[in-house]
Nanobody, 117 residues
Framework: QVQLVESGGGVVRAGGSLRLSCAVS???????MGWYRQAPGKQLELVAS???????AYEDLVKDRFTIYRDNAKNMLTLQMDNLKPEDTAVYYC????????????WGQGTQVTVSS
């Protein structure tokens, strides 16, 4: 079993920054990692992902503002969020996808990010 624990959420004014961290009990270099978010009344959406070779992908609304990176040695996933907007307000979840020996998805408990205007 894999445990993921997020931290770093909070309340910030528009234009500010936050850094979310996800501590993973054991991260493999082959794991695909991502950050998702869910705003009130909306569906869960993928914000950013990073593959085994470091390739990143971002949801259009956060491109050029958010940066995802991973440290396999420290079992840590990070999401740096800059120039935050009120529409970024949501619960953010860390996700790990492991494809061997079978595909499994693991989730953290979520961390609240609130951006005030």
């Amino acid at each position: 079993q894999v445990q993921l624990v997020e931290s770093g959420g909070g309340v910030v004014r528009a234009g500010g920054s936050l850094r979310l961290s996800c501590a993973v009990s054991r991260m493999l270099v082959t794991d695909v990692m991502g950050w998702y978010r869910q705003a009130p009344g909306k569906q869960l959406e993928l914000v950013a992902s990073i593959t085994t070779d470091g390739t990143t992908a971002y949801e259009d609304l956060v491109k050029d503002r958010f940066t995802i990176y991973r440290d396999n040695a420290k079992n840590m996933l990070t999401l740096q969020m800059d120039n935050l907007k009120p529409e970024d307000t949501a619960v953010y979840y860390c996700n790990l996808r492991r494809d061997w020996p079978a595909r499994n998805l693991y989730w953290g408990q979520g961390t609240q990010v609130t951006v005030s205007s």
